[in-house]
Structure formats: C-alpha cells, structure tokens
Nanobody, 120 residues
C-alpha cells in the first residue's frame, strides 16, 4: 500500500518560515520524481516545486528564491523549506510522487494534504 504522509503545516506570520515534510512508503522512493503542489478553494492545484530522481529541481516563479525542495532517499522523505512566506502562499499543500515507465504509463500518488496559513 502506497502512502504519502505530509507534516509541518500550520499558521505562520508573513515573513516567517515553515518546513513541510512528506514521508513515503510502499514505493521505490529513489526512482520517483517528487513534488509539492498547492491548492486554494476554487482554483486548480498548482505545482510549487519538484525534484527528479536525479536531484534536479524546478520551482514555480512565485516561489523561486523563497522555497527549497530537497529529498532524502535514505529516509524516503521529501521536504519543502518555505521562507519569506506571504499571505498568497496560503493553501493546502500536497505531496506528489510520480514515476514514468513509458508513454501513457505512469504511477502517480498523492498525499492527503497539509494546511499552510500565512496571516498576521
């Protein structure tokens, strides 16, 4: 059974920091690309940051320079360090695992989400 369990969300003041963590089980973690997405009510889920199995990273323009994604293959975890948080970062953050085997054949898994609220 595949599980992605997020932790670390909460309430923080503007300018503050939070560190999200996602613990994966039931998958060959090192073979998966991992990502963090976020969603606010009424809007589509959007990619925040991603890291490939090889360690290459990608970020949404809105978080570049503020957020850092990292992974620990020994512990099957992926983290999102969020600094200089803004009210517009408020959302439910989801952990994502993806492995592409071939064209039209991929495994995608999601965590249950963790709420991040940035407010004074």
């Amino acid at each position: 059974q595949v599980q992605l369990v997020e932790s670390g969300g909460g309430l923080v003041q503007p300018g503050g920091s939070l560190r999200l963590s996602c613990a994966a089980s039931g998958i060959s973690f090192s073979a998966y690309a991992m990502g963090w997405y976020r969603q606010v009510p009424g809007k589509q889920r959007e990619l925040v940051a991603a890291i490939t199995s090889g360690g290459s990273t990608d970020y949404a323009d809105s978080v570049k320079g503020r957020f850092t994604i990292s992974r620990d293959n020994a512990k099957n975890t992926v983290q999102l360090q969020m600094n200089s948080l803004k009210p517009e970062d408020t959302a439910v953050y989801y952990c994502n695992a993806k492995r592409v085997y071939a064209i039209n054949r991929e495994n995608i898994y999601w965590g249950q989400g963790t709420q991040v609220t940035v407010s004074s």
